[in-house]
């Protein structure tokens, strides 16, 4: 776990990395899924929440009792990148007040005041959350897959 050292960018960069490795375990299920329906180059330039969206469907197709939590723990990693894209996408100022404040790119989305301890504690969230998907990914998927591929054949 992280601790928030008091450094904006630190945490940012933090959330930069830990989200890309999330974002990564979300394409190796994709990957994993291909057998069920390929993952072609077209779906790996979509969006994350795209991509977490088509592969909750495809694991509750599976119809595995071993993967009834993962294709919740799926869509619900939607409202992380959310909160990841409003810190990335956004424009971090510092004030002459010495308090940073974000400021999206979307209209009508006010200027907001933003911490380092947010920033560590979002880290720390998806830090967190990568065990719903590196677990199923090491037996559960490839045991599902294979036998939604036997029952389909």
Same mark, same amino acid.
């Given at each position: ?7 904006? !960018?630190? /945490? ?8 890309a ?13 291909? @057998? !069920? ?21 495809? !694991? ?10 993962? @294709? ?14 409003? !810190? &990335?996408? %956004? ?15 979307? @209209? ?16 720390n ?5 990568? %065990?719903?998907?590196? /677990? @199923?990914? &090491? ?5 599902? &897959? ?8």
């Amino acid at each position: 776990m992280l601790k928030d050292d008091g450094d904006i !960018v630190r /945490g940012l960069g933090f959330v930069s990395m830990y989200s890309a490795w999330v974002e990564e375990d979300i394409d190796d299920i994709l990957r994993l899924l291909d @057998p !069920v329906e390929p993952f072609e180059v077209k779906q790996q330039r979509w969006p994350i929440s795209r991509k977490l969206d088509h592969a909750a469907k495809i !694991v509750h197709s599976l119809e595995s009792n071993e993967l009834k939590n993962l @294709p919740d723990a799926l869509k619900n990693a939607v409202t992380l990148f959310d909160r990841r894209n409003e !810190v &990335i996408h %956004g424009r971090i100022y510092a004030s002459f007040e010495k308090v940073d404040y974000v400021q999206s790119g979307r @209209p009508n989305v006010p200027t907001r005041q933003i911490t380092s301890a947010e920033l560590y504690e979002l880290a720390n969230d998806f830090w967190n959350y990568r %065990g719903n998907f590196i /677990g @199923p990914q &090491i037996f559960r998927l490839p045991r599902a &897959i294979q036998k939604y591929v036997v029952k389909c054949s």
